[in-house]
């Protein structure tokens, strides 16, 4: 299967910060990588699909870049709403995979 | 407003059965392949099975198999996750997700709690 690293496990930043998040693919994926924001208690949310497509109503602040193997989640200017983990997964090869996550907390 | 509503979930001994349900609204079910994540406390998501828009082809991934069976009913909007010989590690908040061919994982219940425990 293939698997999903992320890094950084933690990123502490400050609101109005960049925030870069990668994930990197243990073999090609092409452009078939999708992020996910989860907030405590609640369920997964899509932000990103096909690597650099925002899903409906997800603001312009949240971007993603890549192809291939390596892929980065980029939040130009973080919100206080933006703390949170994120997940990248895979559904190109079976079985579909997520990585271990990102957590974006307050600095 | 689409929507998936997850039941069932609860306290199960270990070698135990449980049935969860999930129900959808809002969206053309009948058109949808339906997966199942998890994920345990305080920790990752994983994939555990889908079910193809008719219910003619099912996955499961290899923690599961041969324990969970999926199933669903398009005239209910529904779909369910069978779990069978449950284990302390299948302790996890169970999803329902709707796994869109253009999206991929683009609409989640809000999860049902599964413990497993003596």
């Known amino acids: 299967e293939i698997v999903l690293t992320q890094s950084p496990a933690t990123l502490s930043l400050s609101p109005g910060q960049r925030a870069t998040l990668s994930c990197r693919a243990s073999?090609?994926?092409?452009?078939?990588l999708a992020w996910y924001q989860q907030k405590r208690g609640q369920a997964p949310r899509l932000l990103i699909y096909d690597a650099s497509n925002r899903a409906t109503g997800i603001p312009g602040r949240f971007s993603g870049s890549g192809s291939g193997t390596d892929f980065t989640l980029t939040i130009s200017s973080l919100e206080p709403e933006d703390f949170a983990v994120y997940y990248c997964l895979q559904r190109i090869k079976w079985p579909p995979t997520f990585g271990q996550g990102t957590m974006v907390e307050i600095k | 407003e689409v929507q998936l509503v997850e039941t069932g979930g609860g306290l199960v001994q270990p070698g135990g059965s449980l049935r969860l349900s999930c129900v959808a609204s809002g969206l053309t079910f009948s058109d949808s392949w339906m997966s199942w994540v998890r994920q345990a406390p305080g920790k990752g998501l994983e994939w555990v099975a889908n079910i193809k828009e008719d219910g003619s082809q099912k996955y499961y991934g290899d923690s599961v198999r041969g324990r969970f069976t999926s199933s669903r009913d398009n005239a209910k909007k529904s779909v369910y996750l069978h779990l069978n010989s449950l284990r302390a590690e299948d302790t996890a908040v169970y999803y329902c997700?709707?796994?869109?061919?253009?999206?991929?994982?683009?609409?989640w219940g809000q999860g049902t709690m599964v413990t497993v425990s003596s």
């Open positions: 073999q090609s994926v092409s452009s078939y």
């Open positions: 997700v709707r796994d869109s061919s253009k999206y991929g994982f683009d609409i």
